[in-house]
């Protein structure tokens, strides 16, 4: 069983930072995708960022420019940078990696932002 675990989640207040981490059990080195999503009660489940199998980076319009993702192989850990962070990226922050046809979750950490 993979285990995938995120952590680094809290509260912010608008402007500021967080780093939000994934650490999983199995090696990411052939991982054909590993995403960040988001969702908030009531919404549906949103794509925040990705790392395609040709390690390319896609964002949504809506964190593009603020949100980094990246990977660290070494540790087989995703990672998610966020920065100028906005009441609206309030959410529960979940990653989700693919190796062939299999699919893991991580539990999901809550990002509150607020004044």
């Known amino acids: 069983q993979v285990q995938v675990v995120e952590s680094g989640g809290g509260f912010v207040q608008p402007g500021g930072s967080l780093r939000l981490s994934c650490a999983t059990s199995?090696?990411?080195?052939?991982?054909?995708?590993m995403g960040w999503y988001r969702q908030v009660p009531g919404k549906q489940r949103e794509l925040v960022a990705e790392?395609?199998?040709?390690?390319?980076?896609n964002y949504a319009d809506s964190v593009m420019g603020r949100f980094t993702i990246s990977a660290d192989n070494t540790n087989n850990t995703i990672y998610l940078q966020m920065n100028s962070l906005k009441v609206e990226d309030t959410a529960v922050y979940s990653c989700q990696l693919t190796w062939g046809g299999d699919h893991y979750w991580g539990q999901g950490t809550q990002v509150t932002v607020s004044s």
């Open positions: 199995r090696s990411i080195f052939r991982a054909n995708f």
């Open positions: 790392i395609t199998d040709q390690y390319r980076t």
